[in-house]
């Protein structure tokens, strides 16, 4: 006899343990992400059938720690006080078992029910590891799985465990015994939290050791007059006999237990050979080739984009003219034009730029999964560290490539609140994807036989502003000391094949809904403004959005595109950066075909305009998602604001300045 | 590993006598004070213009005339680490900032008796150091923080 049960399981662990990869195998594409409530933490969460039971897992943040000195633990530890999940699933990466086993031993402290999965078995066993799984469940008192998450092997007897474990009354709390002179003053602390209102829910002792961990929000929870006293008592009493603060004796009790607990259950060989990761990084990340190596990788990276999506955004473009062609056919005359121009105009620009964003979101992945992004980062942290940023921030830097929103909401991962903003404030001059479609329409009528040049120049270009407006940044306006930056690197891995796809998926899925809901809505309005007065030719300088643009036009002289057409197109592009291409095209009245040669003749564009357009269009006012991105990270409209104003200002200043002193050597 | 004189000793750094460059009385009375080859001493801190200095040997602490301190070639103990080329190995001996960071360098298993290898140093950029089983990447700021001692 069975029941249906619902079973919530949490997944904990360490960054880079291997707790992505067993979620995505566990749930499938079955899985949903959002934010935890209040904070800017990434929430997962996934359901699964197995044998009759629904599942629900949640994907806690990646931590080291459970105390409360960052968003991602107290998100993590709050779940499990509160939500109070079924079972806990604790993900250890075997080869690495002490480190991992710190949050292990605060996990098991808090007397939920936990399962210990030891992933990685494989790399463990190549490194001449031996576990005495067995021995290990009896001395902390927990299940404990082997596993290879990024085979599936294991995963069974993993879903048995845990529908077991969810079965069972929990088991005590583990009990690490800490010394006489600290379980004193845990002793104290219990019997004046058993004192106050609510005391005796959960476990006194957990918090009594939070308590002497100086943990702030626990603090807040038992505030009380004699707390304050006791607590003052025993963490000088501490501090006087052992000349240490509590936490700290703290965390050296629970490293001793462990190094204890591994002298019985690990065996490791009498000298550990050389790990696979680190002769690579010898190489990769070496002082002096470390750089190099990286700007191959991009390269290869572009190159890879490029050469496989040309074919297919060229078919796409065709199949779209063609039914466009078809559709203006339409009667009566309004509707065949609104779907011919406006909306299969406007579907088709999204559409061809899905196989480069697309194929830029898997390199992403790839580059992510196998370990070398983060590389990246301490490569380029000499780089960063003389404008006053840390390698981190250029992770975030190299998202924005596929889509700014993506690199801005990346900024998470930076711990610093005045080099988060900075980064925040800097990545729109990095060159998305969408603002390739100007460029390779652009480059290709002005620039024939040097499009590749002209292309890879603007993205020189956009990371040398971003990196001097952060110097400007960084060192002016956000003034004060650099922070400590510390970083776990993976093991270098294989990416697998569900888990690039998957990365891919959810970044692309959130790119085409925006596209699609923004840009439908967008090629209606650019649709009507063009064709009103009812009657003028379409989007003629005589249309309503004629006058518009003949009005902004004469600003942008300077630079060496004042027609209206231009001006048109650049306050499209405010809505999303692809519609500068599709907004010229329908102003021209042809798909992107030959769109180039039109603009060439009808604007009257020399190669350096062409050149000053493609400039002005990289750096100027990001896309409206972008800017409600940077409103939402970096805390408000005034920083959304300033994004808009100064992002403009630069743009109109260093195309003005190409085209100025351009002209003075071509003419 | 090089010699200095204790007075090129930064603040707190501890450091072995390997020879003393002086004659005579002060000679004697820096022997009957402790300061012997081989003996264990620490810089406390230098006074304001880099006179006197004070140091701490066998357990007391003392001040000391700056032309007498340069006269004593010592070998440091403990080194920062962020002044480890490639390919050295260390053992952690101390650190010289705040609970905060203990706290986060301790959740990562960066503790004092811990042996770490330094696989890249691209200072004044970041460092990469291996540590048991896994590979953290410290910003010099964080290295200047820590004190080993090399093996």
Known sequence: MSFSVKITIALAGNPNAGKTTLFNTLTGGHQSVGNWPGVTVEKKEGFLKYEGHDVHVVDLPGVYSLTAHSPDEVVSRNFIINEAPDVVVDIVDASNLERNLYLSVQILEMGVPSIIVLNMMDVAEKNGHKIDIAALSAEIGADVVPLVASKGQGIDDLMKRVVEAAAKKPAPAFHLNYGEEIETEISRLESVIFDLPGGTEHLPRWYALKLLEQDPDIFAKFDSGVMRKTLKESLDHLDNIFGDKAETLIASARYGFIAGLLRDVLKKPEVESRSTSEKIDRVLVNRILGIPFFLLIMLGTFEFIFTLSRPMTVGINRLFEWLGRLAVGIRPEWLGSLLGRGVLGGVGTLVSFIPPIFLLFIAIAILEDCGYMSRAAFVMDKVMHKIGLHGRSFIPMVLAFGCNISGIMACRTIENPKDRLTTILVTPF?????????????????????????????????????????????????????????????????????????????????????????????????????????????????????????????????????????????????????????????????????????????????????????????????????????????????????????????????????????????? | MTTIRLSELENGQKARIVKINLEGDIRRRLSDMGLVNDAEVQLLRVAPLGDPVEIRVKGYELSLRKEVVSEIEVEPVNTRLVKLAAGKTARISSFGGGTELIRRLSDLGLNPGVEVTIVENHYPGAMLITLGGSRLVLSSELAEQVLVREI
């Open chain 1, 430 to 667: 990095m060159s998305c994807g969408a603002r390739l479609t100007i460029y390779v329409l652009l480059a290709a009528a002005f620039f024939p036989g040097q499009q590749g040049l002209v292309v890879f120049s603007l993205y020189v270009l956009g990371i040398l502003v971003a990196l001097l407006a952060a110097l400007v940044l960084r060192k002016r306006v956000f003034a004060g000391e650099s922070s400590h930056f510390v970083m776990e690197l993976p093991s270098y891995r294989w990416p697998t094949f569900t888990g690039v796809l998957v990365h891919m998926w959810q970044r692309g899925k959130a790119f085409l809904v925006k596209a699609g809901t923004v840009i439908l809505g967008l090629v209606v309005v650019a649709w009507f403004l063009s064709s009103m007065p009812w009657g003028v030719p379409y989007a003629s300088g005589g249309s309503w959005i004629g006058h518009i643009g003949k009005v902004v036009a004469p600003l942008l002289s300077p630079a060496g595109f004042g027609q209206w057409q231009a001006a048109v197109s650049l306050m499209f592009g405010f809505l999303a950066k692809e519609v500068v291409v599709g907004t010229m095209g329908a102003i021209f009245g042809v798909s992107s075909g030959n769109l180039g040669q039109i603009i060439s003749s009808q604007l009257g564009w020399t190669p350096l305009a062409a050149y000053s357009f493609m400039v002005f269009s990289l750096l100027y006012l990001p896309c409206i998602a972008s800017i409600n991105t940077i409103r939402a990270e970096a805390g408000g409209w005034k920083w959304a604001l300033f994004t808009a104003v100064y992002t403009t200002v630069i743009a109109w200043v260093a195309a003005t300045v190409i085209f100025q002193v351009g002209s003075l050597f071509v003419h």
